[in-house]
């Protein structure tokens, strides 16, 4: 007989999911975030990556984690805590007591809490005995014991047996959160469609994991989180990697050109290059380049040769593709950088999120050298801005550098997927074969972009390369007067985007006491923390940046419709120093966090409530 459980509807929940990277924590976080998808919640998820490749088993430094909030309502961040903790090791649950709601449930497998585990954690006591615990709902399951039981008649191997363990977590929260268990068996079969020995063992934890639970009196409550209000269409769950590589697809067909991607690897960015790598069957060209100098010149070799060249990196990388992208610059030539931002200087915490390279991506190259700067928003609108950067790109024949973030890049979020026939138009200016008129540098009169004329066009042969141009005939030259000329030509060229970019909008009233100023992945947070303050009456507006340079044109128009303007960046205020230069009318008042972490609500709220009960002096 089945026993009674009580069914608690919440509209968001947030689960964590942590262990050591050997036990499955992303892939579980992942099953749990696609079947939330399925069903219709709206979600946002948030994993955190060691950044040691083979850091300790069973250490703080080890930890995997992966957090997701799902909810009925919209959704727009990871959540600051967790309603639930899965802690397969002391460790894991050390390192994230301080991410937990009180009287959160927390399941964790006893198997790996004993003297040995609690020495490598470093903790002096047992965790479950101290009276750290009380108050919390926790779930004591024998996870590693009971899987070897199950996968015993499967005939693997110790490691791969324990492998396999995740899925018991999976079972557990497929019963607590009252999810069809037959959704995870898709997700297992596709998961393992190369492997299918792994399939039928993996399945039957599944089923053991939430049987288990079924019959634990410690669970006396499940939760129920109905499908989100989104309207008809069609979804999935997307990271803006993978976001930003469809993106570039889109708009390369749209241009009706080739896609070329030369990359060199590196975290967090590299799921872009796998990415492209797959779509062969699109016209797409990857190129896995012996260095990041290599992958900018061959994108701009084949943007030379006609392609929508594109080169994707992280900081570090970003500073040894300066000079290419200056070579871009004076050569005009179309070319999207794509950098996803991790905590620097040098490797620094590259599995951490951080908007580091603001300032390198506005002035980090030698002489005079102009480029577009733009910023993601959130995962999905990694798509987006993906697109655009390639639109303006190629419309103004010059590099646009599109900064994305570790939170943004490995986080993922529900999107509708559009059709490209609903998306922008992108026209190249392209030259027709024989054109009298043509000039290497003869410029449209209102943006002042080149035209662009590829190898192979018959009349029309001209070169181009590093040395400074001779205005409109592309001749070499040492002018003087020629260079000031053309330098201020490239400057005004990029000047000139601001007219053909929106306006900004402001999230809330034109006029206030306190304007939130943010820019890039940051919109989340700071979206809701400022969407709640709204709802208590206070007159506060968020104005969230995804043009950066140039800004949008109305951007001093907003700024001074509030009292007081505060800046929120993950960084030590780049983007506050960048509007001090463009605007420095405004006075500017900073929000810094610079931990390898996104903003948390709570503390933004705070910060906000402090601002605006703040006398003027």
Not at 326 to 352: C, F, H, M, N, Y
Request: charged share 25%; with cysteine; glycine share 8%.
């Amino acid at each position: 007989m089945k026993r009674k459980v009580k069914v608690v509807e919440r509209d968001t929940v947030v689960v964590k999911f942590a262990g050591d990277s050997g036990d499955g924590i992303q892939l579980t976080g992942s099953q749990f975030s696609d079947t939330s998808a399925f069903i219709g919640n709206d979600l946002a998820t948030f994993p955190d990556y060691p950044a040691e490749i083979r850091a300790p088993q069973g250490t703080i430094a080890g930890v995997s984690g992966f957090q997701v909030h799902i909810g009925h309502k919209e959704v727009q961040t990871p959540g600051d805590k967790a309603d639930v903790l899965v802690a397969m090791n002391p460790a894991a649950l050390k390192a994230n007591m301080k991410w937990i709601k009180s009287g959160a449930t927390i399941i964790i497998d006893m198997d790996n809490f004993d003297t040995k585990h609690y020495k490598r954690a470093e903790y002096v006591e047992d965790p479950l005995f101290d009276g750290s615990l009380e108050g919390y709902n926790i779930i004591k399951a024998p996870i590693t014991d009971m899987t070897r039981d199950v996968v015993k008649k499967f005939g693997l191997d110790a490691q791969t047996a324990d492998k396999t363990k995740n899925q018991f977590v999976a079972g557990l929260l497929f019963w607590l959160f009252n999810r069809d268990i037959k959704i995870g068996e898709q997700f297992l079969r596709e998961r393992f469609e190369n492997k299918p020995e792994l399939i039928d063992a993996n399945i039957e934890v599944l089923h053991a994991g939430y049987h288990y639970a079924e019959t634990l009196e410690a669970i006396a409550t499940v939760y129920k989180v109905k499908p989100s209000e989104k309207g008809p269409g069609l979804y999935r769950n997307i990271n803006g990697n993978v976001a930003a590589a469809w993106g570039l697809l889109a708009a390369a067909e749209k241009a009706k050109c080739k896609l070329y991607l030369g990359s060199y690897p590196i975290t967090p960015a590299s799921d872009i290059l796998h990415e492209i790598a797959k779509m062969k069957h699109l016209g797409a060209i990857a190129f896995q380049a012996e260095d990041e100098i290599a992958g900018v010149c061959s994108a701009i070799g084949a943007s030379f040769a006609g392609c929508l060249g594109v080169t994707s990196t992280s900081g570090p990388g970003l500073s040894l593709k300066s000079e290419g992208i200056g070579l871009a610059v004076i050569t005009e030539l179309p070319l999207v950088v794509i950098d996803v931002q991790r905590g620097g200087p040098s490797t620094g915490l590259p599995t951490k999120t951080e908007q580091a390279d603001l300032m390198q991506a506005l002035y980090g190259r030698h002489g005079e050298s102009p480029c577009i700067v733009l910023a993601a928003l959130t995962p999905v609108d990694c798509f987006y801005m993906a697109y655009e950067a390639a639109r303006i790109s190629m419309e103004h024949m010059t590099p646009v550098i599109l900064l994305s973030d570790g939170y943004l890049a490995n986080g993922s979020e529900l999107w509708k997927i559009p059709k490209v026939n609903d998306l922008p138009d992108i026209q190249p200016p392209l030259v027709k074969d024989n054109d009298p008129s043509y000039q290497p540098y003869n410029r449209n009169p209102e943006n002042l972009a080149r035209y662009w004329a590829v190898p192979g066009q018959e009349g029309l042969r001209h070169r181009i390369g590093g040395l400074e141009k001779a205005d409109v005939t592309g001749e070499i030259s040492y002018d003087p007067f020629n260079h000031e000329i053309m330098t201020f030509t490239r400057d005004d060229k990029i000047k000139r985007v601001a007219e053909r970019i929106p306006k900004h909008k402001v999230m809330g009233e034109e006029e206030g006491d306190l304007l939130v100023v943010g820019w890039g992945g940051t919109y989340g947070a700071l979206y809701t923390a400022v969407k709640e303050m709204q709802a208590e009456k206070h007159r506060i507006s968020l104005a969230q940046f995804r043009y950066i340079n140039p800004l949008p044109a109305n951007t001093a128009g907003i700024f001074s419709g509030f009292k007081k303007i505060v800046v929120c960046e993950l960084n030590m205020g780049q983007f506050a120093a960048y509007l001090r230069s463009q605007l420095p009318q405004f006075n500017y008042l900073q929000f810094n966090k610079i931990q390898g972490l996104p903003f948390l609500i709570s503390e933004l709220k705070t910060r906000f409530r402090e601002i605006l009960n703040e006398k003027k002096s």
